[in-house]
């Protein structure tokens, strides 16, 4: 007698999609934010001690950032999904405001980032991710309203934060 346990595999497989979602926001936010990351640092002369508790916060939020994919993904099968998404996008604009930071603050500091062309590169890449603030903003509060499609915004945000922009991929101009 065969085994039945598999006639709704495909099914089941598709019903997973909250967990889906999930996981390819968090994987493309995390590659977007790698991104960004590598482009300001590899620009970089090197990093005061600001820099480093800096860089340590946005490790701290993104080793997080596994409880509130999986409290999201488990949260769009049931009523409670307002506060999960809520809280999943709160994590990613932290995220984002942290790595923002960094850019902004070693721009502002002639002792971190050579004068010129990589100066001006690190406060373009810290300019591209501002937007990304205000996007969260928006999908943020459209949670409130349409958990499902917030959802689907984040995944928009992270997968527009990993397109290719002229001063991510720019060649190195110096430094160590």
């Given at each position: 007698m065969p085994d039945t346990s598999f006639d709704h595999l495909w099914s089941a497989i598709g019903q997973q999609w909250p967990s889906y979602v999930a996981y390819v926001t968090s994987f493309w936010t995390i590659g977007g934010l790698w991104i960004v990351h590598h482009g300001i640092f590899r620009r970089m002369r090197n990093a005061d001690y600001t820099v480093l508790l800096m860089n340590l916060v946005l490790l701290m939020v993104v080793a997080f950032l596994p409880f509130p994919t999986k409290l999201m993904a488990?949260?769009?099968?049931?009523?409670?999904?307002?506060?999960?998404v809520l809280f999943y996008g709160a994590t990613l604009f932290v995220i984002s405001m942290t790595v923002t930071a960094i850019g902004r603050y070693a721009a502002?500091?002639?002792?971190?980032?050579?004068?010129?062309?990589?100066?001006?590169?690190?406060?373009?890449?810290?300019?591209?991710?501002?937007?990304?603030?205000?996007?969260?903003?928006?999908?943020?509060?459209?949670?409130?309203?349409?958990?499902?499609?917030?959802?689907?915004?984040?995944?928009a945000i992270s997968i527009i934060a990993v397109l290719p922009r002229p001063t991510r991929f720019a060649p190195h101009r110096g430094g160590g």
């Amino acid at each position: 007698m065969p085994d039945t346990s598999f006639d709704h595999l495909w099914s089941a497989i598709g019903q997973q999609w909250p967990s889906y979602v999930a996981y390819v926001t968090s994987f493309w936010t995390i590659g977007g934010l790698w991104i960004v990351h590598h482009g300001i640092f590899r620009r970089m002369r090197n990093a005061d001690y600001t820099v480093l508790l800096m860089n340590l916060v946005l490790l701290m939020v993104v080793a997080f950032l596994p409880f509130p994919t999986k409290l999201m993904a488990d949260a769009l099968y049931s009523t409670g999904e307002h506060a999960a998404v809520l809280f999943y996008g709160a994590t990613l604009f932290v995220i984002s405001m942290t790595v923002t930071a960094i850019g902004r603050y070693a721009a502002a500091h002639p002792e971190l980032v050579p004068e010129g062309a990589a100066r001006d590169e690190v406060r373009d890449i810290a300019a591209q991710t501002t937007p990304s603030l205000g996007f969260y903003g928006v999908v943020i509060a459209l949670a409130f309203l349409a958990p499902k499609v917030a959802a689907f915004g984040y995944l928009a945000i992270s997968i527009i934060a990993v397109l290719p922009r002229p001063t991510r991929f720019a060649p190195h101009r110096g430094g160590g």
